[in-house]
Nanobody, 122 residues
Framework: QVQVVESGGGLVQTGGSLRLSCAASGSIRTINAIGWYRQAPGKQRELVAVITSNGTTNYADSVKGRFTISRDNTKNTAYLQMNSLKVEDTDVYYC????????????????WGQGTQVTVSS
């Protein structure tokens, strides 16, 4: 069974740092893109950062210069290093795996994790 599991969330003070991990497990051979999203209650889920298989990255303007996304293709794992955290970064953070290969010629579109809570206190 394939699944995505996020970890690393928690409570931190303004200006602090957290490192989130996203691990895709099961019979996943390769992954095209991995993205981090966040969502507050009653709001739409928004893209935070995304990284492709060749390392190309893209960030939301609100996190540029503070967050860094990276990945380890050998482990099907992505990370989100979050520095200089602000109260407004408080959200549930979700990982999305896009275009993953389960076997020769067998691809699935997307897979989501269950989310991890990040809370930044003032």
């Amino acid at each position: 069974q394939v699944q995505v599991v996020e970890s690393g969330g928690g409570l931190v003070q303004t200006g602090g740092s957290l490192r989130l991990s996203c691990a895709a497990s099961g019979s996943i051979r390769t992954i095209n893109a991995i993205g981090w999203y966040r969502q507050a209650p009653g709001k739409q889920r928004e893209l935070v950062a995304v990284i492709t298989s060749n390392g190309t990255t893209n960030y939301a303007d609100s996190v540029k210069g503070r967050f860094t996304i990276s990945r380890d293709n050998t482990k099907n794992t992505a990370y989100l290093q979050m520095n200089s955290l602000k109260v407004e970064d408080t959200d549930v953070y979700y990982c999305q795996v896009v275009d993953y290969e389960l076997g020769p010629g067998k691809y699935e579109y997307e897979l989501w994790g269950q989310g991890t809570q990040v809370t930044v206190s003032s």
